[in-house]
């Protein structure tokens, strides 16, 4: 199969719906000028009898570093030429590529076996059809009574009663403006309805988005969990190291085991990568775009919470960490759109609720994917 000058010549096979193997002949000189480069980094401090250090004949540097050399020049030759055949072929894997050398025949082009781990293409489901339960988030009168309770055991001080010298103060404590105990109960059973619609909008959001992916039957490859679950237990590994702690501590003081973080870690990762999977397929069925403005507004809000303004500048023009933002906005935007559609009477005019999507596969899955 040949493809434009800058694509090397490459054959696809797909291996089931989750792999895709590809073959890519390395351009002899592309190999050999990368492999000339390595070979001379190599053997700079090279000391051989007679010879001053970097000066040795091309044999005799080859004998000593000419296979290091080699598998270094083939570990930045092969990637580069997979991307542009994956680009070419409109492949994103979801962790890393397995690489297999073919052949390393110096009289001929080396060939390579790239395999990617994908997605399987699959439809967003009808979002009217999702059955689920929503929670009421109606506040019933015993739970004003057991909180005024709680409030009288941690706020009477000297006071007999609940009368309205005792409400006054406690409610200017709490940050309320009522003046009588009806008023307070009335403005307490306010803010905890608030805070109950909140509690029950996020669960029902995170149930919506779980039954769209369980009804949209996403098949995530084993190796992309695998790989994202490693990259927690690496951030994991790091934290105890900061925090100076070792993993038997660790685990002594919350009562797990290590088996058991591994396993949560793959039931996150799982989740994670469904999240981002379905939501970004979403954004392409839906078009839903994030704008230049709408980059802009979220980056000066950034800067503005900055402490550090000089160092975070160099961030802040830094062309990576801006696409990083454009994709957590999107993903955002994505979930509030779908929310809308899988209830507008619930999420018409209202911010979406935040849910379950992993904050660290904002990256990661950022991170690589």
Known sequence: MKDEKQTPEYSRKDISST??????????????KTYKTELENASKDFNAKGFRPGKAPKEMTEKAYGTKALESALSKVMPSMAVMVLRKEEILPVAPLEYKIENLDPSKPVKFK??????????????KSLNVKRENAEVEDKEIDSFMKKLWQEHKGK???????????TAKKLGFKSETKKDFEEE????????????VNQ????AILAAAIKAAKIDVPDKAVEFEAEERERSFQEQLKQ???SEEQFCQIRGVTMEQLKEQWKKDSLEALQNDIFLSQYSKDRKVEVTDDELKAEIDMIRAQSKDSEKSEELFDNEQWKSYIQRVLLKRKSFASFLREADPKVFAERPAPGNKIDKKSE?????GK
Do not use: R
């Not at 994908?118 to 009808?126: H, L």
């Not at 006071?159 to 103060?169: F, L, P, Q, S």
């Open 159 to 169: 006071a007999k009663n609940m009368d309205d010298k005792w409400v006054k103060e």
């Open 243 to 245: 925090m100076k702690v």
């Open 203 to 206: 669960q029902y959001s995170s």
């Open 114 to 127: 790239a395999v990617a781990s994908v997605i399987p293409s699959f439809k967003i489901p009808s979002l």
């Open 363 to 367: 990256t990661s899955t950022g991170k």
């Open 19 to 32: 792999e895709v193997e590809l073959e890519i002949t390395i351009p002899k000189d592309v190999l050999d």
């Open 188 to 199: 307490i059973k306010e803010a905890m309805k608030i805070q109950k619609q909140n509690i």
